[in-house]
């Protein structure tokens, strides 16, 4: 394979087509009456159980909560700020179709004719409607009950619209399907809305009268439907696809070029995709390989051939297969491209004749792979801002060029940059508008260190600041980790990590084991009974960080969710005193407890991650050996800030109760041990337990700032700093 090394060329203005539609991409992606969490779709590989305490009241489970009231108050009004100086950030939620372009706001859909000049915006959907028309047929008309838009799709001619919405404060969903027409009324009367579909997941028109579909029931989706419209307004459902396995999770997807639909059906450890070519008469599925353990592989199209992204490589590692669409099994895979040594493919897309790879490279930063399909020898590398850490691609609307990959780059700290790549002419580029904003991405630095664990194992660390490591000594630092289901760490833009780092503090991202950042090795290495090796290595980057020079462990806090919350709770119990505070949202900090509960509904397809702590006693000493709440010693514990939901379908509450429980007694214990005095003070426990199942926090915007801001007060509190002042504006 002969590989070049391009250097970026970043140009005052985009590729034809795409300069107006990422100029249209503008819109307001924290607007407070449409906060969008996109996390909330990999429901397939997040925990878990539903909640057996969801109707305790949650004023009456916080507690210890009081002394950081007015700090709160402080922060919430520092963040407001915050939040809109960024509020115009591009984002990928406008929908480009043939003949309009589709927004989202507060109360609903809008669009705008692309051929009028002075065009004004015309409702197409008003969540109103259905909210009041949900109101009528429940018991609980409560006045919290109401939609957001989660996604949009269009049929192949803009006949039809279908979105899914969710209901806030649950995860309950459906899809509603709207038929288009000419200039429609400003307000739409419900008859517009053609039909409901409840607790739809994915979906995708294949024609402008057809939808497939997918439903999700609790926390699984197994079946697959079509819908059919007729012209006079009736409509067709019918069974498509029924998975068996409790723990495959099926959904619906369309390829880029739009010709085929896979099924997917995927668990954690096997993968099968049926195929329906959507240029026939006949939709028919068509397997293109059956499942076996450890076979794990994705489908795009091209020209008749079939690209397969497998992990079928060196070490079980994905590579890039081709196919023929009439003979699609394993027996015909050909490869085109495996990845150098320590260098690991994110993900895969086909634009016009290319197929562009999303690398992490040895250095653990981003960077592109162009490979032409006509001739795969013709491979370069593009190589992208070093303080790029998440990329997000876009999906091409019904007028968008196919042969560009438009694509947003972003750092926890950077707001996203829109890029547009045309793969035959080799060039990467920026949008001009955004050029005033680049002098903030090289304000921050963007530092990666390598940690070693105890086994000699290299753990990355992303290190953000805005001062020299050197000067980092007295710095506040905020540690990030997760570390589970083969996951990368998310490291997408957030207002909040802005203002720490603009307030002095430093913010490191270790990249344990157990998640994904290295490849699917990366997370074998943690599972089951390597689960410990996460909590290793999180020790390991603490200490790297300290012996660099960054921070000390009473300036430190560490922030995690979910099932990140595992290494952070196991290396409290081994080695408190190497941080300060902790802060964990939804924590799963029961696993023993959990895993021993084969009734819950997720938790067989779990014994993938955590083992079998009922059937095999070996994982399940093994469980024991570092379960937080089972492992919990009289000591000195750092503060720590737990933050539930009553009714989260994932992370029993009962546990995070019982982990409160225990963990204040056994500070008390130690705390009455006089020969334990030197604790000078007992450390916070404080537990805010909120109602509603978003298990990654709530969607309104107000509640969330006021969250956010709860949790900076906690810190601020807990490691004993002063309260940032304002930034001054300059005199003109």
């Not at 960024?86 to 669009?111: E, L, M, N, T, W």
């Not at 021993?596 to 009922?614: C, F, H, I, Q, S």
């Not at 426990?685 to 709530?698: F, T, W």
């Not at 969330?704 to 504006?729: H, I």
């Amino acid at each position: 394979m002969n590989s070049s090394v391009l250097d970026m060329t970043v140009l005052r203005s985009l590729l034809c087509s795409s300069a107006a539609l990422l100029g249209v991409s503008r819109v307001r992606f924290w607007d407070p009456g449409v906060s969008k969490r996109k996390a909330w779709l990999s429901l397939s590989v997040q925990r878990w159980c539903t909640s057996e305490a969801s109707g305790l009241s949650s004023d009456h489970l916080s507690s210890g909560s009081d002394k950081y009231q007015q700090l709160k108050k402080y922060f919430v009004r520092r963040l407001k700020a915050t939040y809109h100086r960024f509020h115009s950030i591009p984002d990928y939620s406008v929908v480009c179709g043939c003949h309009h372009v589709y927004f989202i706001k507060a109360d609903g859909i809008y669009r705008i004719n692309k051929r009028d000049r002075t065009p004004e915006p015309e409702q197409v959907l008003n969540l109103e409607h259905v909210s009041r028309a949900e109101r009528r047929t429940r018991a609980e008309s409560d006045e919290g009950f109401q939609w957001t838009i989660q996604r949009i799709r269009l049929s192949p001619h803009e006949k039809h619209l279908a979105a899914t919405l969710k209901c806030c404060h649950t995860e309950e969903l459906k899809c509603v399907v709207v038929r288009l027409g000419e200039r429609i009324i400003s307000i739409l009367s419900p008859h517009h809305i053609l039909l409901e579909l409840q607790s739809v997941f994915s979906f995708e028109w294949v024609t402008d009268d057809v939808l497939f579909y997918t439903t999700l029931e609790g926390l699984s989706s197994s079946c697959v439907f079509r819908l059919d419209l007729a012209s006079e307004g009736s409509c067709k459902v019918t069974s498509v696809y029924e998975e068996t396995q409790p723990d495959v999770f099926v959904e619906v997807a369309l390829s880029r070029d739009r010709q085929i639909l896979a099924i997917n059906c995927n668990s954690r450890t096997r993968s099968e995709v049926m195929l329906i070519d959507v240029t026939k008469s006949h939709l028919e599925p068509f397997v293109i390989q059956p499942r076996q353990l450890d076979l794990l592989y994705h489908v795009e199209h091209w020209k008749g051939s079939l690209i397969i992204l497998a992990n079928t490589g060196p070490g079980q590692e994905y590579q890039v297969m081709q196919s023929p669409t009439s003979e699609p099994s394993m027996a015909s895979w050909a490869p085109l491209f495996v990845p150098n040594p320590d260098t690991t493919i994110k993900d895969m897309d086909v634009v016009g004749d290319y197929c562009l790879l999303v690398l992490k490279t040895p250095t653990n930063e981003l960077a592109l792979s162009v490979m032409s399909l006509r001739n795969p020898k013709e491979t370069y590398i593009i190589e992208l801002p070093s303080w790029a850490c998440a990329i997000e691609t876009k999906k091409p609307g019904l007028a968008d060029r196919q042969d560009v990959l438009e694509f947003l780059l972003s750092s926890p700290v950077h707001p996203p940059v829109p890029f547009s790549l045309d793969p035959e002419k080799g060039l990467l580029l920026s949008d001009p508008g955004t050029q005033t904003n680049s002098e903030s991405h090289h304000k921050y630095v963007t530092t990666r260190l390598k940690a070693c664990s105890q086994d000699g194992t290299l753990v990355p660390v992303t290190l953000f600041h805005a001062v020299p490591v050197e000067d980092l000594s007295q710095a506040p630092l905020l540690v990030h980790v997760y570390g589970a289901y083969g996951r990368d760490l998310s490291m997408e833009f957030c207002p909040v990590r802005r203002f720490l780092l603009e307030q002095g503090w430093a913010l490191a991202y270790c990249h344990i084991r157990g998640g994904g950042e290295r490849g699917l090795s990366w997370h074998r290495q943690a599972r089951v009974e390597g689960k410990r090796r996460g909590a290793e290595d999180l020790q390991a980057c603490l200490q790297k960080l300290f012996s660099s020079g960054v921070s000390s462990a009473s300036l430190t806090a560490l922030t995690a969710c979910s099932a990140g919350a595992v290494p952070v709770a196991a290396l409290c119990n081994w080695k408190p005193n190497m941080m300060r505070a902790v802060t964990l949202q939804a924590p799963f900090l029961d696993v023993l407890g959990t895993m021993e509960k084969a009734d819950l509904p997720l938790t067989v397809e779990d014994r993938d991650e955590w083992g079998d702590a009922v059937g095999n006693l070996h994982h399940r000493h093994i469980i024991a050996s570092y379960c937080p709440l089972h492992n919990i010693t009289p000591q000195c514990y750092p503060s720590m800030l737990l933050t539930a939901y009553s009714c989260d379908p994932r992370i029993p509450l009962e546990g995070v109760l019982k982990y409160t429980k225990y963990i204040k007694k056994a500070i008390h214990t130690h705390l009455n041990r006089k020969q334990n005095a030197d604790c000078e003070s007992a450390p916070s426990i404080v537990l805010n337990v909120q109602p509603g199942a978003n298990h990654l926090g709530p969607e309104d915007f107000v509640q969330m700032l006021e969250e956010e801001a709860f949790k900076l007060a906690f810190l601020y509190t807990e490691l004993n700093l002063d309260t940032p002042q304002p930034r001054r504006k300059r005199k003109r």
